[in-house]
């Protein structure tokens, strides 16, 4: 049993004083040493970025709705602002912009990088050997495309990182002053269109013109161009193409499989914890299925409400005119042949989507025969006389 008196006795000697005395001088040393840094003080980590979209575009929409869900999935740690095209530098300039660090991060579309290498527009330009967009990402993720990404950026000293993402449906063939009904229609148009697509478009008789979104109904609007392509029910409603047309033409294969690009800084993406790099991942792939599902409801409302208040006629492209874009997206290929990094990518997606399509087409019923089932009207039953 310890008594009392030695626990005094203890206490009251100065060795053992000496030694609290120096523990304690050691102790706020070492805090001093060490200064706090409370959640508080520091503060949140914040990224600038840009889109490649006006802001009223629904594709800007979509770059806010990523920064929120990472926001929200970061606790306020990190927080992503976003600004639509140009409130910093001009759409197509993003690229350069995040490389340099004058922005963070962005949100746009590989394509739209197609005059840094050519092999960019593989993402989305072109027909994909039958891919849809979805199918494309499935290569982007477990068939080399990822990999390939990094190499190509590598290749042309793009200081970024890069996650495509957000699978966009089947685009238009474009907007006209009349339905377009035989290949020769196109020739000598004035026609809006970005990457291979230039290409595939001067094949079949056009005059190409690359301009961004913003850009594109004004000029139809003053007569500089005579047709365009753009992207989908929602964003060309917003864009305003009802506004200088009312035909637009429904499938094509000059950008049938295209996604979005979520891009970092890559020194500003490297310099995060772990943690958080982790979050930013999972929060691109929620973010792309999230834009698939809000794609469905919002462009199948525009749909039918330009036919329904603004007038618009859609019409189907005919095949003749798809059959034309193969060819010429085979030509503006054998033209890159000398160019080893798109041969390389080419050649990736071409042997994923051998299985990858063949799968798709042989295990996915066709959905026009229970659409018609259910929606299609019915003959009426003819009079008898």
Request: proline share 5%; hydrophobic share 45%.
């Amino acid at each position: 049993m310890v008594k009392k008196q030695d626990i005094k006795a203890a206490e009251a000697s100065p060795t053992r004083r000496k030694f609290l005395t120096g523990a304690s001088v050691a102790a706020g040393a070492a805090v001093a040493g060490f200064p706090m840094i409370s959640k508080a003080q520091a503060g949140p980590i914040t990224m600038r970025w840009q889109s490649t979209w006006p802001a009223k575009d629904i594709f800007h929409e979509y770059a806010l709705d990523f920064a929120k869900k990472v926001n929200d999935m970061t606790g306020g740690e990190l927080k992503i602002e976003v600004l639509p095209a140009g409130a910093v530098v001009p759409a197509f300039q993003l690229l350069d912009a995040v490389s340099k660090g004058t922005l963070d991060g962005g949100h746009g579309v590989l394509v739209y990088h197609y005059g840094k290498q050519n092999a960019l527009a593989l993402w989305g330009s072109g027909p994909a050997y039958g891919m849809d967009a979805n199918m494309l990402l499935a290569w982007h993720k477990y068939g080399g495309g990822k990999e390939l990404l990094a190499k190509l950026y590598g290749s042309i000293g793009a200081n970024v990182v890069s996650f495509p993402y957000g699978p966009m449906p089947t685009q238009p063939l474009g907007w006209f002053k009349k339905p377009i009904t035989k290949v020769q229609d196109m020739k000598g148009l004035k026609f809006r269109t970005v990457g291979i697509s230039i290409d595939v478009f001067t094949a079949m008789g056009a005059a190409v013109n690359a301009l961004p979104g913003g850009e594109i109904v004004p000029a139809m609007d003053r007569g500089l161009l005579d047709a365009a392509e753009f992207n989908n029910a929602s964003s060309d409603r917003l864009l305003g193409f009802p506004d200088v047309s009312k035909v637009c033409m429904l499938q094509s294969f000059h950008q049938n499989a295209e996604q979005f690009e979520i891009m970092f800084n890559k020194g500003k993406f490297d310099a995060l914890p772990a943690k958080m790099k982790s979050i930013i991942e999972n929060a691109v792939e929620a973010a792309s299925s999230d834009m698939s599902w809000k794609a469905v409801h919002r462009y199948s409302q525009d749909y039918i409400e330009m036919q329904q208040k603004q007038g618009v006629k859609f019409y189907k492209t005919p095949d003749a005119v798809l059959q034309a874009q193969l060819n010429g997206y085979d030509a503006a290929v054998a033209k890159r042949k000398d160019n080893a990094l798109f041969r390389e990518i080419e050649e990736s997606q071409r042997k994923f989507a051998e299985r990858a399509v063949r799968w798709d087409l042989d295990t996915n019923v066709n959905r026009r025969m229970a659409y018609n089932h259910y929606f299609a009207k019915k003959a009426a039953p003819a009079k008898k006389s």
